[in-house]
């Protein structure tokens, strides 16, 4: 990882990316001992407003706490897509929900990946964020996986730990999936 990594997590308000940005700053902060700020918006409406979480991960000091240029943009909403695909660093990664995002027209690195579809078959629920916090860990090694499993494990609700320890597998199945399929080609 560079001195600073910048991730955008955007979609819509109920998709769980303020708790997913959360969950990487804790796991990088807390259990894999990096220097971590997250920030979050979101729209007015509390579901279906847009949602967006930042998180700047760092060896060192991070001197300015806001996203600029993404390393890494994750995106689960057509709209989230079309606003913040542009502003990705050019050599940077955008990971999009291919059940969500159907148009995404960009010169930089793109896994289109089914990360809704994978939670729903893993849990029986949409909890794309938490799929999606596996993905990352495996595609990126940004954060080490057990990091983001311990930092899930403090954060999931009471009576929820089974539910996103099952969603998290799923996404580091499926972030392993990205890549040996990447490798094939």
């Known amino acids: 990882m560079n001195d600073r990594y910048e991730v955008r997590l955007a ?23 990096k220097n971590a700020v997250q920030s979050q918006s979101y729209g007015a409406e509390a579901r279906g407003g847009p949602s967006v979480s930042e998180v700047i991960l760092g060896e060192g000091d991070i001197d300015y706490p806001k ?10 909403s057509q709209d989230a897509a079309d606003r913040y695909v542009p502003g990705v660093r050019k050599d940077g990664l955008i990971i999009a929900d291919a059940q969500h995002v159907e148009r995404l027209h960009s010169e930089r690195r793109v896994l289109r990946l089914p990360i809704t579809e994978t939670a729903k078959e ?8 938490i799929v999606a ?19 899930v494990l403090s954060r999931a609700p009471k009576g929820t730990e089974e539910m996103n320890t099952k969603a998290l597998e799923a996404g580091f199945a499926l972030g392993e999936s990205a890549l040996a399929s990447a490798g094939k080609k």
Do not use: K, M
Request: hydrophobic share 55%; glycine share 14%.
């Open 11 to 33: 979609g819509v308000g109920g998709q769980g990316l303020q708790l997913a940005g959360l969950i990487l700053a804790e796991a990088a902060a807390i259990f894999a001992n």
């Open 67 to 76: 996203v600029s240029e993404p390393d890494l943009l994750l995106v689960l």
């Open 122 to 129: 893993a849990t029986g629920r949409p909890v794309a964020s």
């Open 133 to 151: 916090l596996g993905v990352i860990a495996v595609v990126t090694g940004i954060i080490p996986r057990d990091a983001i499993r311990q930092a």
